[in-house]
């Protein structure tokens, strides 16, 4: 008697007393959808941020009577940089942090593309100032790929599988732990060696940036399948935020190997 009271009570607690209880709250789980709206929204926070840094440095170069590219605001140009590495740094934190845990919550995905946004718009100026339409080559190649990846996973040309997450995993980490050694080096003016700057890549470099974009390429596949699983097990809708995180962080990581790639191919 005294168990079933205590039941009672338990239970009237949370739901209402017996005759008059509530439906138990339902947790809303995530759907394809949520995850393409996030991921439209993340990635036109990137492309808004990217316009800011990118009309700094548009406004402040030119092009003197040998060709070549001069700073003629050196205020706009160094605001631009600031900005820039401030969102690398911050890219770099939370792409850290996404090794450990899922990315869930909305403020650190659109903190992350807006920081992105900062320093893909700087550095894509400078590349469009030296090299012409390399930009929306990039930018329409990055379309392509991602195009043409979702489609060989949703016909099964390709799929995900034990043995291939595991080697994009593994190479995953290997390509992280390079990107970041180059990017502490550099931070205190050494060259590696491992990126042509110039875009006279030599042939290590050429292999490095090939593979990379390849890299960049296939972590489709594995967003596709977690995307998929997630809203066929009733995955909670925060996770769309994961899903939708993933998708901008693998676009923007293959626009920027993509926009590597195509400079080498403009080298003297």
């Not at 789980?29 to 800011?52: H, N, P, Q, S």
């Not at 590349?127 to 012409?132: G, I, S």
């Not at 291939?164 to 050494?190: C, P």
Request: proline share 3%; net charge neutral; hydrophobic share 55%.
């Amino acid at each position: 008697m005294m168990k079933t009271q205590y039941n009672e009570q338990h239970m009237g607690a949370a739901y209402g007393p017996y005759g008059q209880m509530t439906q138990a709250p339902q947790v809303q789980t995530m759907r394809i959808d949520d995850v393409i709206v996030r991921t439209v929204a993340l990635v036109g926070a990137t492309f808004v941020a990217a316009m800011l840094t990118w009309s700094m440095v548009s406004n402040a170069f030119a092009t003197n009577a040998a060709g070549d590219i001069v700073i003629t605001d050196q205020s706009a140009f160094s605001t631009a940089m600031t900005l820039g590495t401030v969102g690398a740094f911050i890219g770099l934190g939370v792409i850290l942090f996404s090794m450990f845990k899922p990315i869930t919550n909305p403020i650190i995905c659109f903190v992350y593309a807006i920081g992105q946004g900062l320093l893909l718009g700087g550095v894509s100026a400078f590349f469009e100032a030296r090299w012409p339409g390399i930009v929306v080559n990039a930018l329409l190649g990055t379309v392509l790929v991602f195009a043409g990846m979702l489609a060989l996973y949703k016909f099964r040309i390709l799929k995900n599988s034990p043995m291939f997450t595991k080697v994009m995993v593994g190479a995953g980490f290997g390509i992280f732990a390079l990107i970041a050694v180059n990017f502490v080096a550099s931070m205190f003016g050494a060259d590696l060696g491992l990126f042509a700057s110039d875009g006279n890549a030599n042939t290590l470099q050429w292999i490095i940036a090939i593979g990379i974009t390849l890299w960049a390429a296939f972590s489709f596949i594995l967003d596709f399948d977690m995307i998929e699983q997630s809203a066929a097990m009733g995955a909670p809708k925060k996770f769309a935020w994961a899903g939708a995180f993933g998708l901008t962080a693998g676009l923007i990581f293959l626009y920027w190997n993509l926009l590597r790639l195509l400079s080498y191919f403009q080298g003297d």
